[in-house]
């Protein structure tokens, strides 16, 4: 076992999914689904025989950390040709030779290895394959209508212990998505990665002009933008308090009800904590843009970018060509979508989390069960924990969360470093503030030049303008409807295959990852330019006195 003291631990993997400090029940309760799906179970697989007891995740200070030891074993029996791309970040420096220290497996023909793979590779064969995606779209029907009767349930549900159990069957079919998708994921970088070696710069457009859900709603709330009556502030108030509303108010508050009926489960995070946009209209307004989103892709234009890259190829690889981009294609597209279904049911546990919340006597507010844990929920409404208790502990959090908080809004994504030994931040390779230029990540071809405009959390969407240059540490599905207005995109975190990529390709919008720390180097406001292809992003003269 690990001394606690020397364990390194790397924020990426989590940073990415939670951008700002975690609520104590987002954590217990989506935190555990990742720790046991997506990091405890591959070693499982692995047959690690501690698969079970090796630290895998904490918190610091309200930020999620890997231990880097995981990602070691998982990365290690990999050949150096297939380890994904993505991986860089999880390793110091972004070596991934580090993977190589790893205590497990010896080799990759270690038996215990081999046939823990065998075996867990036929008790779910399907799962496993590359048909996974099979098994996803099927699972995508059951987990609508289940979802439905849950939240008929919850409707139901007259006490503490009734909306529990709708609590743990929401968790079981989150469980099931997760152990689906965690196949899709693997399966998305690794043919990403063949793809890239075969075709260059070419790959991100390979895997671009992709029907999804996010592609779904972002046209959906571009179409809203383009309404007679636009959507603002004043209408939504009108709207809200049921206001009397002329014929082209009427038609944008039946096109807002449409589009929260549909959607109105997304959020900003994957936290419990934030509200919905079906809660909160309000989140939609700077996501409104008067720059229309085409929903349609561009066949054509896909179609010669294919040509080429096939040209391009010797002869055996233009035979496995076809089915490589095919399958790779649809795995970038389930690695969006599933995002969408499993908010679809976290906006339902939050409200069942609320329902409790709201019990008489319990708290003084609904909203302060966010700063209890799942266990201690759980425990209180079969009655091992008292109503008393459970304030108490509820206080002394939000008293500590607060200063994670104000930590977070002084410092924004620099509040948590890249890599933790011990409880010591340890200092990785960041981005020099005196230098004119960067290279980072291409992940979306295109050259753009603006202002930069550096933004830490959805609350700041606001001040984006148009054809500025978003810089965020990284974007949710949830951000993406204000890439319609800009010129380009520049995330800290994040590589080809993270939310923000997969969109920026969308909307064929030039963007850099994986530069550490450019929202502290950069002033918002100044001009840059970036190469979405090469990574490189540049400051450039005031094009205001040009």
Do not use: C
Not at 331 to 348: F, K, M, P, S, V
Not at 427 to 446: E, F, L, N, Y
Request: aromatic share 10%; net charge positive.
């Amino acid at each position: 076992m690990q001394n606690a003291n020397e364990i390194l631990w790397t924020g990426a993997f989590l940073n990415e999914r939670f951008i700002e400090p975690v609520s104590p029940l987002g954590w217990s309760h989506v935190g555990a689904l990742f720790q046991e799906l997506a990091l405890r179970d591959p070693l499982r697989y692995m047959g690690y025989p501690e698969a079970d007891t090796i630290p895998a995740t904490r918190l610091w200070r309200a930020q999620p950390f890997v231990n880097v030891e995981l990602f070691e074993i998982i990365y290690k029996p990999f050949p150096a040709a297939l380890v994904p791309a993505d991986a860089t970040r999880y390793f110091p420096d972004g070596d991934v030779r580090y993977r190589l220290r790893a205590p497990y497996p010896t080799s990759r023909y270690q038996p215990r290895f081999v046939l823990a793979l065998l075996r867990h590779a036929l008790r779910d064969a399907m799962n496993v394959s590359p048909l996974n995606y099979r098994k996803w779209q099927k699972f995508a029907l059951d987990h609508d209508a289940q979802r439905r009767r849950l939240a008929s349930q919850l409707a139901a549900a007259d006490d503490a212990r009734a909306v529990w159990h709708v609590i743990e069957k929401l968790y079981a079919l989150d469980t099931q998505l997760l152990s689906i998708h965690r196949w899709s994921l693997t399966y998305a970088d690794v043919l990403y990665k063949i793809l890239a070696d075969w075709t260059g710069a070419r790959a991100p457009q390979l895997i671009s002009q992709l029907p999804s859900k996010t592609r779904a709603v972002n046209a959906q709330l571009a179409a809203l933008a383009q309404m007679p009556a636009p959507l603002n502030a004043a209408l939504l108030t009108l709207i809200q308090t049921n206001a009397p509303l002329n014929d082209a108010e009427q038609e944008t508050a039946r096109a807002l009800q449409n589009f929260l009926d549909a959607h109105g489960h997304r959020a900003f995070s994957l936290d419990l904590a934030q509200p919905t946009f079906r809660e909160d209209p309000t989140q939609l307004l700077p996501l409104l843009s008067a720059q229309p989103f085409a929903a349609q892709p561009n066949v054509e234009q896909w179609q010669e970018t294919y040509r080429k890259a096939r040209r391009a190829l010797p002869w055996q690889q233009r035979l496995w060509f076809r089915p490589l981009v095919g399958l790779a294609r649809r795995y970038a597209q389930l690695r969006e979508d599933q995002r969408y279904y499993w908010q679809q049911t976290l906006a339902l546990s939050r409200r069942a989390y609320l329902q409790i919340g709201a019990a008489r006597n319990l708290l003084a507010a609904p909203q302060d069960i966010f700063y209890a844990t799942r266990t201690e929920i759980r425990a209180y409404v079969v009655g091992d924990l008292d109503a008393a208790f459970l304030r108490a502990r509820i206080v002394a959090r939000q008293n500590e969360w607060r200063g994670y908080w104000r930590e977070f809004e002084m410092r924004g994504s620099q509040a948590a470093p890249y890599f933790l030994r011990g409880d010591t931040p340890v200092q990785d390779k960041i981005v020099d503030a005196q230098v004119q230029s960067w290279r980072g990540r291409g992940v979306s071809p295109g050259r753009a030049r603006g202002r930069a405009r550096i933004v830490h959390s959805p609350r700041e969407l606001h001040r984006v303008g148009a054809g500025e240059i978003l810089v965020a540490p990284s974007t949710d599905p949830a951000w993406t409807p204000v890439f319609a207005r800009l010129s380009g995109l520049i995330l800290e975190r994040g590589g080809a295959l993270s939310h923000g990529a997969v969109v920026a390709r969308e909307y064929q919008l030039p963007t850099v990852t994986a530069l550490a720390e450019i929202t502290r180097a950069l002033r918002d406001g100044e001009w840059i330019e970036l190469d979405g292809a090469t990574g490189v992003v540049r400051r450039i003269p005031n094009q205001d006195s040009v």
